[in-house]
């Protein structure tokens, strides 16, 4: 909060992605000066205390990071998480560990030649899946393991730090696919959500048909949405005026 007031001391507006938009919650929750809070795809009530061991980011990244936290045999992450992400499960058994070898040798060749860019592999399954690693270079570890262990959420008591937002509010809800393995392959579920419309009392939903990284793959009609709900709340407030 006091960084904010180094910044500007105009009324904000917060965009949080994914769990950033814990982060925004929090900022909404606690800051006087918020106007607008914009929520994408952020795992709310899904991410904390038992419900997380059921997500898709406890089986992957949240579970890398622990794993490469202690281990001493590899000191790239970003190939360390390759090697270890959860994709894996969604190949035949019977040729994924033939296929995550082989792909395996084309990450750690392009990792020692060009190890501050972000990792590109040839034959990936999908241009999407590549999304992923954008990024993971300056990624810290340490900040995925804080989901695995649960301390990221510690002594938070989301309900009440949800019903005390009262900004204008809007959450971008992308696809959730619930695996046959039961986990949740996505951020928070349908009912999930419906329990957040409740606590956040000022909150519309917009529904992108799309994965979790809705700013890469719906990228118009996310800046559409950000930019509508930023000038339709000026418009209000003029007009309280």
Same mark, same amino acid.
């Given at each position: 909060?006091?960084?904010?007031? &180094? +910044? &500007?001391?105009?009324?904000?507006? =917060? ?17 006087? *000066?918020?106007?607008?809070?914009? %929520? ?32 001493? !045999?590899?000191?790239?992450? =970003? ?37 501050? #860019? &972000? ?7 999908? #241009?999407?899946?590549? !999304?992923?690693?954008?990024?993971? !270079? *300056?990624?810290?570890?340490?900040? @995925?393991? &804080? ?31 619930? @695996? ?24 519309? +939903? ?28 000026? %418009? ?6």
């Amino acid at each position: 909060m006091k960084f904010i007031r &180094t +910044i &500007t001391n105009d009324n904000i507006s =917060v965009l949080g992605h994914s769990s950033g938009g814990l982060i925004a919650c929090y900022i909404a929750s606690n800051y006087n *000066g918020c106007d607008n809070l914009i %929520l994408k795809d952020a795992p709310l009530v899904s991410s904390n205390g038992d419900r997380r061991f059921n997500t898709f980011n406890f089986k992957d990244l949240s579970t890398v990071c622990h794993n490469f936290i202690n281990q001493k !045999e590899e000191t790239d992450f =970003v190939y360390y998480y390759f090697m270890n992400q959860y994709c894996w499960n969604f190949f035949r058994e019977a040729s994924s560990e033939k296929i995550r070898n082989k792909l395996g040798k084309f990450a750690l060749k392009y990792r020692q030649k060009q190890s501050q #860019k &972000t990792l590109k592999v040839p034959f990936w399954p999908s #241009k999407k899946f590549l !999304e992923v690693f954008r990024g993971l !270079e *300056g990624y810290d570890p340490n900040f @995925g393991k &804080t989901f695995y262990d649960d301390s990221f959420n510690a002594n938070i008591n989301y309900e009440e730090l949800l019903s005390n937002i009262k900004c204008n509010t809007v959450f971008m809800k992308a696809n959730t696919i619930i @695996g046959k393995d039961g986990i949740v392959q996505g951020a928070l579920t349908d009912e999930d959500l419906e329990h957040v419309s409740k606590l956040i009392s000022n909150m519309k +939903i917009e529904y992108f048909n799309c994965g979790h990284g809705i700013h890469n793959e719906k990228v118009k009609e996310f800046i559409s949405c950000v930019s509508k709900t930023v000038e339709n709340q000026k %418009l209000k407030q003029e007009f309280e005026r």
